[in-house]
């Protein structure tokens, strides 16, 4: 609140006084004298103080506390005023845009003498990131400002294998776990598939459905037929609600022939070193020995013999220690992964090993 002062000088009074007009000037003394007695006038200084009409605050503008979140999360809304609010303080309307996905108050009181207040703003989980406009206003003025309200990058169901690999010779079967488990909020039944087995292998699940709310675990059974040529594979194992899929790799060795002999079973894989990609194969000693190996490099995926690409080896002799891994790779062919090769060591012959599908080593 402001006080102005003005200071006028009464310059001239008017006194009448019986029928006679006397003009008086300030800062001096008149006097008349009539018949039925005397009258006296004087002009005077006169002060006045004026009070000037108090403004009214108006919103200078909203804040965010964080103005981006994930769902379900809270942020705060801070309004600020352009002065101090007056006696009474300042009541200040609030407005979501979308009060389903964020929640504010009504309103918000900025009490006297004070310049800004805060409220908190509640948040829902949303499957997409979505901008909500907030707004604050008061006698006549507004602001405005957007929170983004993000999806949770949780994931709300994880699903696992127990063990993560199996071994299991062409013409045999053998079993996993998969194991589910639903995250804060989630409650829906959740549906087990295989979705890329290479040909010849079977992969079912009992049960093959998990109940709601997601958590519980199935027993995977995977047969492999003959035909399955020897190598790693990688098989997706998938759990979905319908809307949402979470997925496990289930790593699959085929053995390349029997573990009887000096020559453990040919595994065929994709050797990666210094930033290329050969075409390989892994196996393990059973026993000291010196064996024979050779090995064909075709192009495309079938060993056909009309498509010869590369031979190494040739029938010569190599003396091999017992309990060691090793690993053979061609190297004339790098990150050509349209190529299929037959490997022979000693006791073992792979079948066609075929590196459009063959995992890492």
Not at 129 to 155: D, E, H, I, K, R
Not at 227 to 248: F, H, L, N, Q
Request: charged share 10%; glycine share 10%.
């Amino acid at each position: 609140m402001s006080l102005s002062t003005n200071t006028r000088f009464g310059w001239s009074r008017f006194l009448l006084i019986a029928g006679i007009l006397l003009l008086l000037e300030g800062g001096g003394n008149a006097q008349q004298k009539s018949p039925n007695g005397g009258f006296a006038g004087r002009a005077t200084t006169q002060a006045t103080d004026t009070l000037e009409p108090e403004t009214t605050p108006s919103i200078s503008g909203i804040t965010l506390y964080p103005a981006t979140l994930v769902g379900g999360n809270a942020s705060r809304l801070k309004v600020t005023l352009t002065q101090a609010a007056p006696a009474g303080g300042v009541q200040v309307t609030l407005t979501s845009a979308n009060h389903a996905m964020v929640t504010a108050p009504a309103s918000v009181t900025i009490a006297k003498g004070h310049t800004e207040a805060s409220v908190e703003l509640a948040t829902v989980a949303v499957t997409a990131s979505t901008s909500v406009a907030l707004t604050a206003s008061y006698n006549n003025s507004t602001a405005g400002a957007s929170l983004t309200v993000n999806p949770s990058t949780a994931a709300p169901f994880t699903v696992k294998l127990q063990p993560v690999s199996l071994s299991i010779d062409p013409g045999s079967s053998g079993s996993d776990q998969v194991v589910t488990t639903a995250g804060a909020g989630f409650d829906n039944s959740l549906t087990l598939d295989a979705s890329n087995p290479p040909e010849g292998v079977t992969v079912s699940f009992t049960p093959s459905m998990i109940a709601a709310p997601g958590s519980g675990t199935s027993q995977v059974s995977v047969s492999v037929d003959n035909t399955v040529a020897a190598g790693k594979y990688s098989i997706k194992i998938t759990a979905s609600d319908g809307s949402i899929t979470r997925a496990a790799t289930l790593r699959l060795t085929v053995g390349g022939g029997s573990s009887s002999g000096p020559v453990g079973p040919i595994i065929g894989c994709s050797l990666k070193m210094n930033g290329h990609k050969y075409q390989a194969v892994e196996f393990t000693m059973n026993e000291a020995a010196t064996v024979d190996f050779n090995a064909i490099l075709y192009f495309g995926a079938t060993c056909n013999p009309k498509q010869w690409a590369d031979q190494f080896g040739f029938g010569q002799s190599l003396t091999l220690g017992v309990g060691l891994s090793y690993t053979f790779w061609f190297t004339d062919f790098p990150d050509q992964p349209n190529t299929s090769a037959i490997w022979q060591l000693g006791n073992q012959t792979s079948q066609c090993v075929d590196y459009t599908v063959a995992p890492d080593c």
